[in-house]
Nanobody
């Protein structure tokens, strides 16, 4: 089992930045690809980005490319999501997730955090 706890969410103005963190405990953190997803009210959970187990490669949804950066520190069992130039449309609960595959699919991730609310005001 892997337990994941997100933090760093909050209220930010449009154009602002936030850095989310996801702390892991339990099984070996470095054995999992780590993804970030978000879910707005009334919408399905959607992929934001993911990072490979060794941190050597990250992949993002098109809307996040150039604005969001995922990084990880395997020594600290933590993955980060730096978000810049946020828009009101990106208001959602943000989740981190761990899985064995470097994937964009919700179904490929076995472990999920409880989520952290990000609200972007206009």
């Amino acid at each position: 089992q892997v337990q994941l706890v997100e933090s760093g969410g909050g209220l930010v103005q449009a154009g602002g930045s936030l850095r989310l963190s996801c702390a892991a405990s339990g099984r070996t953190f470095s054995g999992y690809a780590m993804g970030w997803f978000r879910q707005a009210p009334g919408k399905e959970r959607e992929f934001v980005g993911t990072i490979r187990r060794d941190g050597g490669k990250a992949y993002y949804t098109d809307s996040a490319k150039g604005r969001f950066t995922i990084s990880r520190d395997n020594a600290k069992n933590t993955v980060y999501l730096q978000m810049n130039s946020l828009t009101p449309e990106e208001t959602a609960v943000y989740y981190c997730a761990g899985g064995l595959r470097f994937s964009t699919s919700v179904r490929e991730y076995d472990y999920w955090g409880q989520g952290t609310q990000v609200t972007v005001s206009s």
